[in-house]
């Protein structure tokens, strides 16, 4: 008899602990779904986010708002947009701390968006913290409240050349580099003639082939980088090539450098394309497309 007393204590310890694996199982499980659910849901949120960013650029564009001028004008760093780099602006910035560089500030970093949400004409932007620092934002996913990661910030760039288009680890000779140092070397000696002389000034032909000739190979940082390497240190250079210039640009995927006469392709889509470059193959390049850093990238538009 204590025998199979002995017996049913075990059987009981027994069906409680598969009992306890089953309910430590089945909470695993729970939290596993309610993760997955609640990455769906950002990403549905993220969607409609992105989405409503668009039509809201395209809609206030097609406006005729105008991002370079009023309360609207984007000032990366510059908060306020007043020109004066305030003591909360140089403590929130992370572009180039050391300096006030509003004009080369990429939108991932800057305070202010072309399109600042404002309370009131002359306002600072209202803001959201990203990573620990206040931004700008431009709007936010109707009906929802101010939670950090549902705004979007919008910028608009009137546009320039991409001074870091094609790959800046090659050769200035190379494919789509040859091609912007002629394109910057115009651009230059355009420059210099427009007030009716071949004299050099305000730039000439030479300085602009520099910016490719003499761009590291990670590319055109900031506009310092540009002025003291590429330009001997001149601000009038510099004051002069600016306005045409870009140091950050989307790219397109969908759109290729078209081929030339010589080098007919028989391929009829992108895709296509890609499929024939291979970057472990030498010569498998397809002349469609460019690299930097190792990958395909888009065109870069230039207005």
């Given at each position: ?31 596993l ?8 849901l ?13 039509e809201?650029a ?33 403590a ?16 991932a970093q ?14 600072p ?8 620092r ?44 040859a091609?912007l ?6 651009l230059?000696?355009a ?5 009716g002389t ?21 590319g ?12 001997g240190?001149?601000?009038v ?28 392709l ?5 895709s ?32």
């Open positions: 008899m204590r025998s199979m007393r002995g017996l049913a204590l075990l059987v009981v310890l027994g069906v409680l602990g598969v009992l306890a694996l089953l309910a430590v199982a089945f909470v695993t499980m729970a939290q779904e309610r993760k997955a659910s609640s990455q769906r950002n990403s549905t949120k993220a969607l409609l986010l992105a989405r409503s960013g668009l809201d395209m809609a206030r564009l097609t406006a005729g708002q105008d991002p370079e001028l009023g309360a609207s004008r984007y000032g990366g760093e510059d908060w306020d947009a007043d020109g004066i780099q305030q003591a909360d602006e140089a929130q910035q992370v572009y180039r701390p050391a300096s006030f560089d509003v004009d080369s500030c990429p939108v800057a305070m202010r968006p072309s399109f600042a949400c404002l309370p009131g004409p002359g306002s932007p209202r803001t959201v913290t990203v990573d620990g206040r931004r700008g934002y431009t709007g936010l996913l109707q009906g929802d409240r101010l939670v950090e990661g549902n705004t979007y910030a919008l910028k608009v760039h009137s546009g320039g050349i991409w001074v870091n288009g094609g790959d800046p680890a090659s050769l200035p000779t190379d494919g789509y580099n091609v140092k002629r394109i910057l070397g115009t230059a000696e420059l210099d003639r427009e007030d071949d004299d050099g000034l305000p730039l000439d032909q030479v300085d602009g082939e520099k910016l490719v000739d003499l761009r590291p190979a990670t055109w940082q900031n506009w310092d980088q540009v002025r003291d390497l590429a330009l240190g001149s601000q250079k510099l004051d002069a090539f600016k306005p045409y210039l870009a140091l950050w640009a989307w790219t397109d995927p969908k759109v290729i450098r078209p081929n030339p006469p010589s080098a007919p028989d391929y009829q889509s992108a296509e394309i890609k499929a024939a470059h291979r970057m472990d193959v030498p010569g498998s390049r397809a002349p469609g497309f460019e690299v930097m850093g190792g990958r395909l990238v888009g065109r870069a538009p230039v207005d």
